[in-house]
């Protein structure tokens, strides 16, 4: 995907020079490996600070909410998703923006890359020809299949191309379908579990989280001008990280995805010790898809099912 680079900036100077945005919103190089920052470009020479690779995960959705001016944006399958769910959801108008289409072949994850690693990374190479990924540092050196190294979403990922867009930086990449890939197996193995299963599962799952909100402040759903947990009347979940306070949390904030969520990774990729938050937002998708046939950010004109009422709806699942 590193070959994307120079026609994104082709792309993003010719918006500015013809005045059809006031800044293009993409990434540059990151201050630490695998994780490339995102970046508001105003003139040409911070274009040319632009980056594309599979170190591009953030979600630039994320930057766009209520924002006046007019926007050049790089969007990937899940990043147009959210693109989408912004216009429907009021946030930003369609008319503001100039969606720049980036057909992707999966993010690293950092997290995996890490754990294969013998002490910091200081260097990653990926090649794209033989699809493998070099991770170095101070006497290592490592090198993996990409497929070893993607990101869980980018694995099961079947909307890997852009929903909505103005221009498109490359050819469209083969999607992955749902007889090649079960983009809910992990959430049918939780599914099986018995009760106290479950609950140690998502118990060790969240014993690690020191609620620094990173997954939250990543998350492009998350745009509320007050959260919850910041709310003191009433006060709806405590500052501590008493596990209860901790589940509350988690599982209030998934809620308030549900029906939204794109399962773009951000809040895993965000999380500094590497909490898999997408075991609660991605049962919520799958319900919304098996109950509604629903997919977040596929249409700019419909709302999301919980957003909205049918007499037709199903209710098998009132107890």
């Known amino acids: 995907m590193k070959s994307y680079t120079e026609k994104i900036k082709e792309i993003s100077k010719g918006l500015l020079e013809e005045g059809k945005v006031d800044m293009v919103i993409g990434y540059r190089k990151g201050s630490v490996p695998l994780m490339h920052q995102p970046f508001f ?15 591009c995960g953030l979600n630039l959705a994320n930057y766009v909410t209520d924002r006046q001016e007019k926007i050049g944006i ?10 989408a769910t912004h216009i429907v959801e009021g946030k930003i108008k369609r ?10 072949k999966g993010m690293l994850d950092r997290h995996k890359l890490a754990a294969m690693a013998d002490g910091p990374i200081t260097t990653v190479e990926e090649d794209e020809e033989k699809g493998t990924v070099t991770i170095s540092g101070d006497g290592f050196s490592e090198t993996v ?15 890997r191309n852009p929903v909505i867009y103005d221009e498109l930086v490359a050819d469209e990449v083969k999607e992955q379908t749902r007889d090649e890939v079960d983009p809910y197996a992990g959430v049918k193995e939780i599914e099986a579990m018995s009760p106290e299963e479950k609950w140690a599962h998502f118990d060790d799952l969240l014993s690690a989280c020191i609620r620094c909100y990173a997954c939250r402040n990543a998350c492009p759903l998350c745009y509320c001008p007050l959260c919850f947990v910041d709310e003191s ?43 898999n938050v997408r075991d609660f937002t991605k049962k919520l998708e799958k319900d919304c898809f098996e109950l509604y046939g629903w997919e977040a950010g596929m249409s700019t004109e419909q709302r999301p099912p919980l957003d909205t009422y049918k007499p037709d709806d199903p209710e098998e699942f009132i107890k």
Request: aromatic share 8%.
């Open 95 to 104: 008319e503001q923006l100039y969606i720049i289409g980036i057909p992707c």
């Open 145 to 159: 299949d990409k497929t070893e190294a993607l990101q869980q979403n980018c694995s099961i990922c079947v909307h």
């Open 233 to 275: 009347k009433p006060q709806w979940v405590g500052k501590s990280i008493d596990p209860t306070d901790v589940r509350t949390f988690h599982f209030l904030r998934a809620y308030h995805c549900a029906g939204r969520c794109t399962d773009c990774g951000a809040c895993v990729r965000a999380c500094p010790v590497g909490i």
């Open 74 to 83: 790089l969007a990937t399958g899940c990043n147009s998703r959210n693109i």
């Open 41 to 55: 470009a105003q003139n040409q020479q911070e274009i040319d600070e632009f980056v594309w690779d599979s170190n």
